[in-house]
Structure formats: C-alpha cells, structure tokens
C-alpha cells in the first residue's frame, strides 16, 4: 500500500468526491434494497479524506482540540496537513485506527439545564467528515421528504413552509412531539440495524460503532462509556440521528402513501369521519399535522411513542402537547397562528418570530451592548452586526416587519447607551455629530445594521421538489 500518495489538489478531490457520491446516490435510488460493500476504501481515499480535511478546516470549532490537544491551527504549523493525513490513511488501511473520547462540554440551556457537546479530536473529524461523504448519497437516496433537518439543500423554512400549507388546508390540530434526551439515548443495536439494511461492508460497520462507543472524557476528568446515544456536536452524528428517526418517517410516509395519498382519499376519510395527518420534522424536533378532532391528535400519541420505542427513545409526556392553529405553537423558533386578517373577517396562517426567539436575540445584544467600553465602537458594530444579519435572514420569511423594527429600536438604544457610558464626559451634541451621521451609529466603514430595512417575503413551499446536491432538478443525475 502507498503510503507515499500524493495530496490531491483540493479542486480535484472535490470533482472525484462528487463524481464518485452521485454514483452511490444513483445506485441507491434505483435499487432501494440494495446493500453496498466495498465502501471502506472510499473512506480511506485521499481524495475523501482532503475533501473531509478542509470542512473540518472551515468548520467553525476547528480552533477547539479534542482530548489530544492539537487544533487544525496546530497540524497546519507542526508536520501539515499532507503528511499528517498520510499517516492517517496508513492507520485506516491497515484496520489499527481506534477513535479517542470526545472530550466533554456542557453548554448551559434555559432553566438551568446544560446540553453535552462532545469535541473529537481533529483526526477522528476528519474520519468521520469522510465517512459522512460515504454514507450520507447512500441513506439520502431513502430519506422521506417530511424530514428537512441537518440534511443537503434544506432549511428550517422549508419544514415551516409545509406546516403553513398544510395548516392552511384544514390541518388545524397540532401534536406538538418532544424526544427526551434524543441524542443520549439512541439505541446503537437499532441505529447499527438499520446501517446495516444498507451497508455490507462489515469494515464500514465496525467503524461506525467505534465512534458510537468510543466514549466520553468528561469535564471531571472521568471517562464515560456511551452505551447510548451519539456525542452531540460530532460531525458524523446528525446523519446517525436521521438514520435512526427515519423509522418515525417511514410510519407515517406508509400511512401518508397508503391511504391519504390523494385529494379524493382524504376526502373520503373525512367523509367517514377519520383523521388525516402528516408529520413534518427537523431532526428531533417534530409536529404531527392533523385535519381532525382533538381526540385525533391526541390519538397519534401512542402511536408515535411506540414507533420510537424501536430505536429506544421516549416521548415526553410533559413537553409533548395538542394545540390548534387558533391557539398558535412554536416551532423552530417561530409562532405559527391563525388569525383574522386587519380590516377583514378572513382568516389565515402567519408565521412569525416567537417570542422566546426575540428574547434570545435582544439577550444577545444586551450581552455585547453590556460589556467593556474598551471596545472600539467599530469592533462593537461588527460583533453585533454579525448577530443581527444572521437573526433577520433567518426570520426574513414570514411577518417579520414589526419584529424587525422593535429590534431595531432596541439595538439602537443599546448602542447609544454604550457609548454614553463609553464617553460619560461628553455632551450629547459631541456624540451625535461624532458617531450619528443620519442618525445611525458609525465609525469608519462600519455602520449600525438596520433590521427594519430587510425585505420579508413568503418562503415557497418546495414540497418533495427539493433537489438532492447529486440530482438536477429534473432528476437526472
């Protein structure tokens, strides 16, 4: 084996990498039951593993080490990403490479709760980045179109997009489902289970379960086995995860497939007095949309329970909850409610921010606005510019305006409020001839960014028209 191959060009290995996984993703359209082996040496390619290497490079926690202490700053100064990278493949090849614990770190939630973030070293990135590029054609090929998270070419608005369809099509009962502790308590025989349905080779496998069980160094000090669950945060985990909580789409794809398949069955159904309904998820989060009664909504409880139960997840009793379009619920960090237009007595669907995603933006702004006044204003303006324009692009797709000009109101006091305690000897006239030209806080190049001028418009609903990155929109790969 050569070791000695030489590190492909980044351009090139990006043509091979895509060459090869529309191929992968081909053959697994065109043959649902079919099961690939061979794949091992695809996870070992140097061109998978350059095109693994520079997401893990531009990745935004490559300047975090794993156990082993070395970030990808630290491999590009030391022996570089080439030789280290052969070293790597070498390790693959000969079947000796074991992957180390993530190290632990726990992120504080609302309600002082913490999420565990599991850091990888850098060289199982990479393995796990070039493993993904196997895997992920291959199981996308038999994805459902109701599930839209951590998956290629879609979007939260996008899952938001049909709820608004559907909810405004007599789907007005909600079963708002929460999974407890999704990424914790995967089963890894039923997660293995179902890679297996369609990975054969056995050195692919192993190596997936490696990763599953290669533990936890916890922030103690102490190491944890996983005998569950994959370590939130790993690259490889997401696609893991909809692996497993496909089997949630499935159930209700059959069912969707089987019997409401059609305008006319669902008409039928009605007329007999049942229940449509459709499940709309991203990643653990989920709704069940119901045309129905609340009995109906409340009905699909079980069924969605025991359904996950095959993976060996549970249901939260507490947090899953039946609410009507009237009532309005939050989802991914909108609140879609139904309600009479202005000036009319129609009705309709609006999404718009939820509050709680409103409080956690101004909570941004306040933290930065709060902080020292040793700060250039330009350093400021940046920091939350950044906050600002990813927030507003994110919520842009819905009734935003309001919410955009209330966020702009309170971000321009906050500024002003920094720069007073900033220069507290200065009058206010000195202050806005310096840092107000037309009213908007400047400094040099960098201006206060306006969410009140962002442009809202209606996402359109893509239904099962979302192309895969290996198909062209006319299927044609």
């Known amino acids: 084996m050569n070791t000695d191959a030489p590190w492909p060009r980044r351009d090139q290995a990006e043509a091979r990498v895509l060459e090869i996984q529309t191929k992968l993703h081909r053959w697994a359209t065109d043959d649902p039951n079919r099961r690939f082996d061979d794949l091992y040496n695809l996870v070992c390619d140097p061109a998978f593993l350059r095109v693994a290497w520079e997401r893990v490079r ?19 100064a030391g022996r570089g990403p080439a030789a280290s990278f052969a070293e790597l493949r070498a390790d693959l090849k000969a ?5 180390m614990p993530a190290r632990e770190r726990m992120i504080p939630k609302p309600g002082g709760k913490h999420r565990r973030l599991g850091i990888a070293t850098v060289r199982d990135r990479v393995v796990q980045a070039s493993l993904k590029l196997v895997l992920e054609p291959i199981f996308e090929a038999g994805f459902k179109p109701c599930s839209y998270g951590f998956r290629p070419k879609r979007r939260a608005q996008d899952a938001i997009a049909e709820i608004h369809f559907f909810c405004s099509r007599s789907y ?7 999974i407890t502790a999704c990424f914790d308590e995967l089963s890894h025989p039923a997660l293995l289970a179902r890679v297996r349905d369609r990975i054969g080779d056995r050195r692919v496998l192993t190596l997936v379960k490696a990763f599953l069980k290669a533990g936890i160094l916890a922030e103690d000090g102490a190491n944890r086995q996983t005998i569950t669950g994959t370590p939130q945060g790993g690259i490889l985990s997401p696609v893991l995860a909809n692996i497993a909580l496909s089997v949630l789409d499935e159930h ?16 039928q159904r009605r007329r007999k007095g049942l229940a449509n309904y459709r499940l709309v998820r991203y990643a653990d989060d989920f709704v069940v949309l119901v045309a129905g009664t609340r009995a109906d909504a409340d009905g699909l409880r079980a069924r969605v329970a025991e359904v996950l139960s095959r993976v060996g997840l549970r249901l939260s009793e507490e947090k899953t909850a039946t609410a009507h379009i009237d009532e309005g619920f939050d989802f991914l960090g ?12 129609k009705r309709f669907v609006y999404t718009y921010p939820s509050k709680k995603a409103l409080a956690a933006v101004t909570d941004r702004v306040r933290t930065l606005t709060r902080g020292s006044t040793n700060l250039s204003l330009t350093t400021l303006l940046t920091r939350i510019n950044r906050v600002l324009r990813g927030w507003t692009n994110y919520f842009r797709h819905g009734v935003s305006k309001a919410t955009f000009s209330y966020l702009d109101t309170f971000t321009w006091r906050r500024v002003l409020g920094w720069l007073r305690r900033k220069h507290h000897r200065a009058s206010w006239k000195w202050l806005r001839r310096r840092y107000l030209p037309r009213w908007r806080p400047t400094e040099g190049l960098a201006t206060l960014f306006n969410p009140a001028k962002v442009t809202v418009s209606r996402y359109r609903y893509r239904a099962d028209r979302i192309p895969t990155p290996w198909t062209s929109v006319d299927g044609i790969g």
């Open 252 to 267: 209700f794809a059959e069912a969707w497939d089987s019997a409401m398949g059609s305008e006319s069955a669902r008409q």
């Open 334 to 345: 909108f609140r879609i409610k139904r309600k009479r237009k202005r000036g009319t007595a």
């Open 95 to 99: 079947r000796s490479f074991l992957p």
């Open 58 to 76: 531009t990745n935004r926690g490559a300047r975090s080490a794993g156990v082993d202490g070395e970030t990808v700053r630290s491999i590009t």
């Open 172 to 178: 007005e009962w909600v079963l708002e489902g929460d």
